[in-house]
């Protein structure tokens, strides 16, 4: 696979437990987030977003959560299964005149043991 | 199918010599980008464009050029690629940035410049 993952921070986690992914984003005008999945070999994925407006947003076995106060972005994945393994990223987008803008966090690796 | 096309999937040129890395989507975007992933800096956007004709620097556009004369297609353009853009590229569409639109990444392209 792709060398991406040197000097990530890991989670790892049993089958079944849950998880729990945390971001700091470093705008604070920044009103638009994003969680991506990508596996070893492929481009990112989208898992779920929210907007600065919202604190909570639940996806099927995701819950994105969002506090403005801290700057910090959490993913929740519930039930984690071996499939969910892979390097999560945040990405965050803070509209206006950098509407087009996407800055991504340097990621985490998820690893789920059977 | 929904996709996004990058070609090549590998490549290996010498410092100096044009390089294109062509993007196509076949999903009516609006909205397009390429990214940059290196060891541990997760992925830093170069271009992106919010239509045809509209395109703008993302946060490393040093050394890259980009095009939209069509909707679908989104070249990288390196006039004299160095070894510092060794590096694993993707591209994205989706139909805006923000507002719950889901992003489309490509397979990437793994460049080498030697």
């Known amino acids: 696979g792709e060398s991406v993952g040197l000097h990530l921070p890991t989670l790892s986690v049993q089958e079944g437990d849950n998880s729990i992914i945390n971001c700091a984003y470093s705008n604070s005008a920044s009103d638009y987030f994003i969680w991506y999945k990508q596996e070893s070999g492929k481009g990112p994925q989208f898992i779920i977003d929210?907007?600065?407006?919202?604190d909570k947003r639940q996806g099927q076995r995701v819950t994105v959560l969002l506090n403005k106060t801290v700057k910090h972005l959490s993913l929740q994945i519930a039930a984690t299964q071996p499939g969910d393994s892979a390097v999560y990223f945040c990405a965050e987008n803070a509209g206006g005149t950098s509407y087009g803008k996407l800055t991504f966090g340097q990621g985490t690796i998820l690893t789920v043991h059977p | 199918e929904a996709q996004v096309t990058q070609n090549p999937r590998y490549l290996i040129t010498v410092t100096g010599k044009k390089l294109t890395v062509t993007c196509s989507q076949n999903m009516n975007h609006e909205y397009m980008s390429w990214y940059r992933q290196d060891p541990g800096l997760g992925l830093r956007q170069i271009y992106y464009?919010?239509?045809?004709?509209?395109?703008d620097k993302g946060d490393v556009p040093e050394g890259y050029k980009v095009s939209r004369k069509e909707k679908r297609n989104f070249p990288l353009i390196l006039e004299s690629p160095s070894p510092n853009q060794t590096s694993l590229y993707f591209c994205?569409?989706?139909?805006?940035?923000?507002?719950?639109?889901?992003?489309?990444f490509g397979q990437g392209t793994r460049l080498t410049v030697v």
């Open positions: 929210i907007r600065s407006n919202m």
């Open positions: 464009s919010m239509n045809v004709e509209v395109t």
């Open positions: 994205a569409s989706s139909f805006q940035v923000g507002g719950g639109t889901e992003a489309f």
